[in-house]
Structures are given as C-alpha cells and as structure tokens.
C-alpha cells in the first residue's frame, strides 16, 4: 500500500510541478506535512544533495524520499511516479505539436506558463532560504550565513574572475565555511 501511496504522490508532483526540480519542493512540503514521511529539515538538506549530485533535483529528491520511506522499491517506485506524467505529456504534446506548431493558442499557452514556472520557482526558492537561514524563527537568524550567501552572489555573479570557476569550488569552499563556523562555535 506505502508503494502504492509514493507512486500517487509523486505522480500528482511530476504532473502538476511545471518548470523542473526546484518547482516540486512546494509539493515536497505539502507531502512532508500529509504523510510525516519527512521533516521539512530533511527537505532541506535533500535540497542541499539534490543539487550536489548528478541529475535532475527533483528525482533525486523523489528518489531519496521514496528510499527513506520504503527502501530500494519505494525507490525506484517514487522516481518512477515523478517521471511518468512528464513521459506522457512529452509523448502527447510532441504529436500534437507538429499539427499545431504554428497555432496561436499553443504559443498562448508556452508564453502563459513561463511566469507560473517562475512563481512556483521563485516559491520554491523562499522555503528554501527560509529553512537555510530562519529554521527556528527570526531570532535564529545566523548573519553569517547570510554574509556567506551574499559573497557567494557577488562572487558568481558579478566578479569577472570567478565567471570561469566550476561551481563544485564555491560549493566545497561553503561547505568548509561552515564546518569552520560550526568548530568555532
């Protein structure tokens, strides 16, 4: 029944999270909150793996909880009701699209989507600096972590030398930030 349950919950997420992995974290939250599978701490260190591992974030999130809650076969079963929506509608919108290419209400509703997938984004991206720096409330607030992420956005962002490192290099270095903020402690 648990397999069952994983592959309907990540079935309704695979279909209904448009604009990739981080766009399905406001359904990780909402499942998190239904079924106690997971704490919403677990999400966010999922988030933190996802984005660290090869692969789309959200079947490696898919496939982490499924692992967590029913071993290898809820594994495999999570991971497989997450893709399957997209499988369908990829095989359906591809046939379709050719006959209709050139229609005015297909473009209509590419060109509406974009900003739904930015708002559930955009959402996504919230809980997650919420959980990363206000897990337990204002007063939990931890400027350091903040001064990390900002250097980390000018850094990748707008200082010329640093446009041509790999990003494992800022990801490694934050996590030695932290580890060092957490010995000092």
Do not use: C
Request: hydrophobic share 60%; proline share 4%.
């Amino acid at each position: 029944m648990i397999l069952l349950q994983l592959f309907w919950e990540f079935f309704k997420t695979g279909l209904f999270a448009v604009g990739g992995g981080m766009a399905t974290l406001p359904f990780l939250y909402d499942i998190s909150d239904r079924t106690a599978w997971f704490t919403h701490a677990q999400l966010a260190d999922m988030v933190a793996v996802s984005e660290s591992t090869p692969g789309p974030i959200g079947v490696n999130m898919a496939t982490y909880v499924g692992f967590l809650t029913a071993g290898v076969p809820g594994a495999v079963v999570a991971t497989l009701g997450l893709i399957t929506p997209s499988i369908i509608v990829i095989l359906t919108v591809s046939a379709f699209l050719q006959k209709f290419r050139d229609s005015k209400y297909v473009n209509g509703a590419f060109y509406g989507l974009r900003p739904a997938s930015t708002a559930m984004i955009l959402a996504a991206g919230m809980l997650v600096v919420k959980a990363a720096f206000l897990p337990n409330g204002l007063a939990a607030l931890d400027w350091r972590l903040l001064a990390l992420a900002a250097a980390l956005v000018v850094l990748t962002n707008f200082v010329k030398e640093t446009k041509s490192l790999h990003p494992i290099i800022f990801i490694l270095a934050s996590a030695a930030v932290g580890v060092a903020l957490k010995l000092a402690a």
